[in-house]
């Protein structure tokens, strides 16, 4: 019981912020099972069979509060649903103790990329931009495919990938950004659910675990799609890679390393440091909108 109430918060976390972000369901929630010891295939798929409908939801949430930009749907979820359906094959036909030090240095990666992201590569001075212009095909397809086998093969990345490439192309405002992400993001998960349950055994799956991680991310979809037209969403985003980081530094720490001590210690460290930025942020766009508003 106790399992599942704790998978249903981390649904509902995971959920709020990649509602809010674009970024950040899969790559958390897959780190969260990784750390229970899933194995990665069977992470991926749990974190993707969920994620129908946390994804359906956050999608139609996105269309209420009109966030989406309804062309670059299509462009993103075509290609990026062929690669994840590919993705699904491969991860399910690998040993998965092999390739799990690997899906935790990659879910790893995204957690460093998402601060720094939003810690260095936002430019709060830059001009605001609003509205939409036309985003080339040989630049999203590709772009699409990438994303999508990354995120069938790590339990997340659609995201990661996806927004900050957008936002860097300043062809979309922000909230297009994260709702035309979060509505494509659903042909993709159901393109790599559909793989996992063709080529993986459906008795290794926990689908109570399914069905926790579900119901906590479906509560939080219209508050994520709310908070994305209302609040600043940079403190979420160092949050939600923080989390990514701690998780998979633990994960790859109790593979190599046999001193409880010096794990304990690492992970002290790891957490101070995301304190420090978390309060720093916070207290950075606090300041930002003192002088705005003054």
């Known amino acids: 019981m106790n399992k599942i109430i704790i998978f249903a918060l981390a ?14 369901y899969g790559a958390s929630s897959a780190s969260v099972l990784l750390t229970f010891g899933v194995a990665p295939a069977i992470a991926s798929a749990t974190v993707h069979f969920a994620e129908i409908l946390t994804t359906a939801a956050a999608g139609t949430s996105h269309l209420k509060f009109k966030n989406v930009h309804k062309p670059s ?6 290609p990026g649903s062929i690669a994840a359906f590919i993705g699904a ?12 030090p690997f899906i935790s240095i990659f879910l790893l990666s995204l957690g460093i990329y998402i601060i720094y992201q939003f810690l260095f590569k936002n430019k709060p001075d830059e001009p605001k931009i609003t509205g939409v212009k036309k985003i080339s095909n040989f630049v999203l397809v590709p772009q699409a495919a990438v994303a999508g086998l990354l995120d069938s093969i790590g339990g997340g990345g659609w995201g990661p990938v996806n927004t900050p490439m957008l936002l860097s ?8 950004v994260v ?5 494509s993001e659903f042909f993709v998960t159901v393109a790599s659910s559909i793989g996992f349950l063709i080529f993986l055994d459906w008795s290794s799956i926990n689908w109570i675990l399914v069905l926790s991680l579900s119901l906590g991310g479906v509560v939080a979809a219209p508050i994520s799609a709310w908070l994305v037209k209302s609040l600043p969403v940079s403190v979420l985003a160092i949050g939600v890679g923080g989390l990514i980081i701690f998780t998979n530094v633990s ?14 210690s690492i992970k002290i460290l790891i957490i101070l440091s995301w304190l420090s930025l ?17």
């Not at 749907?73 to 075509?78: D, T």
């Not at 994960?251 to 304990?264: D, E």
């Not at 916070?282 to 909108?289: D, I, L, R, T, V």
């Open 179 to 183: 709702g035309t992400v979060s509505a």
């Open 278 to 294: 978390v309060l720093v942020t916070f207290y950075k766009s606090k300041f930002k909108k003192l002088n705005t508003s003054t």
């Open 89 to 100: 094959f491969f991860l399910s036909n690998i040993n998965g103790d092999f390739i799990k």
């Open 11 to 24: 649904g509902f976390l995971a959920e709020l912020v990649d509602g809010s972000l674009g970024m950040g």
């Open 251 to 264: 994960s790859l720490a109790s593979l190599y390393i046999n001193n409880s001590h010096i794990i304990w």
């Open 73 to 78: 749907v299509l462009k993103l979820a075509i």
């Open 169 to 176: 192309s300043k062809k979309l405002e922000p909230r297009y």
